[in-house]
């Protein structure tokens, strides 16, 4: 039961096969286990390529199986295809097409398999590349809200500075009117005279506005820190709605990228394996010897193909014959008095008939 599968699956007349040598029907045998299990791993590398897609078992079960399906279909029509030749270079020209079809199918099976062999290492690479992107993302962000924030905090220092600047002053005029008093300072007598209570109204006078200028100002710096407050608040906002966006930088495209940063070495030897895997078939095809099923399906093709040429002969000589029979049968009918008088009648009636349809029809016009 499995032979024969694997018989069908060589693309092989298994009506033949069951007449040819043993050694045979296993060559057959392998070739078709050949293309079969190929059929398979394309199966798992497709199911897995759309895993990492679509992120859904269901889906991706589905598609590897129409892919795998269509690889099995193809490998199956590149061996079955290949006619066994007196000579190996038109049995080589022959697979050429073919092998080239071959290699094409067996970079696309192996790419995401070597996905899944060197899955640890590529998560290694998109966690650096996630690290480096958030990071770039932060940066460029920080780079949109700086200038407002700065801005916004240039305005709350500047508000701050004006009332440090007050309130040296308002120091300095104390300072003044107790050194006057002191005698310290000023007219150097002791007691609070004239000039000490100009100096205290002068003091007194900057204090009041001092007091007004730090009620304004922390009003205007309560709303300017709200405003900063909302800037920072929008900036981590848009910091957090892009991140998932990085986290989830975990593609196929992203995952071949990521393969290709890692050693070529090992990549290559899966391709290499894949191209064996694939070519397989084809090579064992074109390299093994004329056998008796390759010696049987020519005889059958060439039976088939004499048929077919009889029958076109045949019918091309029955032709002929009809064609060479008519020409003499109208010939003779041609020197044939009766029938020369019958069509003669005919004629004469038709041209009758002519004349009196159109004089009638001449006879409406004019009325």
């Given at each position: ?12 007349d298994t009506?033949?096969l069951?007449?040819?040598?043993k050694?045979?029907q ?9 293309v ?6 394309a199966?798992?590398?497709?199911a ?8 859904n078992?269901y889906?991706?079960?589905l598609?590897?199986?129409i ?11 590149i ?8 000579s ?12 080239v ?5 067996a970079?696309?099976i192996?790419?995401?398999?070597e996905?899944?062999i ?12 996630k690290?480096?992107?958030t ?5 460029q ?11 916004v905090?240039?305005e ?5 500075d ?5 309130e040296?002053?308002?120091n300095?005029?104390?300072?003044t ?7 310290t ?5 002791l ?7 100009e100096?205290?109204?002068?003091h ?9 200028l ?8 309560a ?8 800037l920072?608040e ?8 892009s ?16 393969l ?14 894949f ?5 397989a ?15 049987n399906?020519?005889?059958q093709?060439?039976?088939l193909?004499v ?5 076109k002969?045949?019918r091309?000589?029955?032709?002929e014959?009809?064609t ?14 009766e ?14 008939l002519?004349?009196d349809t ?9 009325g």
């Amino acid at each position: 039961m499995i032979k024969k599968f694997f018989w069908m699956c060589s693309g092989a007349d298994t009506g033949l096969l069951q007449e040819s040598p043993k050694s045979e029907q296993i060559k057959y045998a392998g070739i078709g286990g050949t293309v079969f299990f190929t059929a398979v791993m394309a199966f798992v590398s497709s199911a897995y390529a759309l895993y990492t897609v679509f992120d859904n078992v269901y889906m991706a079960i589905l598609f590897g199986l129409i892919w795998g399906s269509l690889i099995f279909n193809l490998d199956r029509f590149i061996v079955g295809t290949i006619k066994k030749r007196d000579s190996f270079w038109k049995e080589f020209l022959q697979a050429s097409p073919r092998l080239v079809l071959a290699l094409i199918i067996a970079i696309v099976i192996s790419k995401p398999l070597e996905l899944k062999i060197f899955e640890k290492e590529i998560d290694r690479v998109l966690l650096e590349q996630k690290n480096n992107m958030t990071l770039l993302n932060q940066d460029q962000i920080a780079r949109q809200f700086t200038p407002e924030i700065a801005r916004v905090e240039g305005e709350i220092k500047a508000i701050q500075d004006q009332v440090i600047a007050k309130e040296d002053e308002v120091n300095n005029l104390y300072d003044t009117y107790i050194t006057e008093a002191e005698g310290t300072k000023g007219t150097m007598k002791l007691g609070k005279g004239p000039v000490y209570k100009e100096k205290r109204e002068k003091h007194d006078a900057q204090l009041q506005e001092l007091r007004q200028l730090k009620e304004s100002s922390a009003s205007k710096i309560a709303r300017k820190e709200t405003l900063l407050s909302g800037l920072r608040e929008k900036q981590k906002l848009q910091t957090a709605n892009s991140q998932p966006i990085i986290d989830g930088f975990d593609g196929l495209m992203a995952r071949i990228n990521a393969l290709e940063e890692l050693p070529a070495l090992p990549s290559l030897f899966i391709l290499l394996l894949f191209i064996a895997i694939e070519t397989a078939p084809v090579f064992a095809k074109v390299m093994a010897p004329k056998g008796a099923y390759d010696l049987n399906f020519e005889e059958q093709e060439d039976a088939l193909k004499v048929w077919v040429t009889q029958q076109k002969n045949q019918r091309a000589s029955i032709l002929e014959t009809d064609t060479s029979l008519n020409e003499k049968v109208y010939y003779d009918m041609a020197k044939d008095e009766e029938i020369y008088e019958y069509k003669k009648q005919k004629a004469k009636d038709l041209l009758k008939l002519q004349s009196d349809t159109f004089y009638k029809k001449q006879s409406d016009v004019l009325g």
